[in-house]
């Protein structure tokens, strides 16, 4: 579960930081959202924004991308435990801080994984060489129960424009991945939807809302 708990640690920090307006939902993640969340130090500059880090739990993830995670997430922790003592940070310490900060929350992709499960799946299913990341523009994931009340898996996938031949495309990349998926040991039935590319300018939410 640590995984969960901080993905939760960090999405919390992040998202606090946040007009009261979007927390409701998942936003899209945009340069002007991360510029008024990371506005607020006070709110995501703790130790708390990271708790739960575990190198251990990120197995799924290529090893240079896990080394990153963990040097930003004990560069950040130990500035962070530095501002709690002191009871108050300082631009200094906020410059030095953001950065790494940022970069934990652009690795975590929340605009793409609505959950700690979907992130861990998802990634699992794009790192396999059999994911069809050359008709793939993007994929929102989120897991959640089918109308059976069984664990399941929503995915909307956006594919490049292939016109006339859209229908034909989009299922071929729908069985793709779908067995991919279902190759996992997860106990996630996958749910798959898919779209032109053209839908992700009028995307008004993160993860699949399959």
Do not use: H
């Amino acid at each position: 579960m640590a995984l969960a708990d901080f993905w939760t640690s960090v999405r919390t920090g992040f998202r606090l930081g946040l007009p009261k307006c979007v927390i409701s939902d998942s936003p899209r993640m945009t340069p002007e959202m991360m510029e008024e969340a990371l506005n607020q130090p006070e709110i995501w500059l703790t130790p708390s924004s990271v708790k739960g880090y575990d190198a251990a739990d990120f197995v799924f993830l290529p090893p240079e991308q896990v080394a990153e995670l963990t040097t930003n997430v004990e560069g950040f922790l130990a500035i962070a435990k530095a501002v709690r003592l002191s009871k108050s940070s300082t631009p200094d310490q906020v410059n030095a801080a953001r950065p790494l900060f940022e970069k934990i929350v652009k690795l975590l992709e929340f605009d793409r994984f609505a959950d700690a499960e979907a992130f861990r799946i998802g990634k699992r299913i794009e790192s396999d060489p059999l994911f069809p990341r050359e008709d793939v523009v993007d994929v929102r994931y989120r897991t959640g129960y089918d109308w059976q009340g069984e664990p399941a898996l929503k995915m909307m996938v956006y594919i490049r424009n292939a016109d006339e031949g859209f229908l034909s495309s989009g299922m071929e990349v729908k069985d793709k991945i779908f067995e991919l998926a279902r190759e996992l040991d997860a106990p996630y039935f996958p749910f798959i939807s898919v779209r032109s590319e053209g839908d992700l300018a009028n995307l008004p939410k993160v993860g699949a809302d399959a």
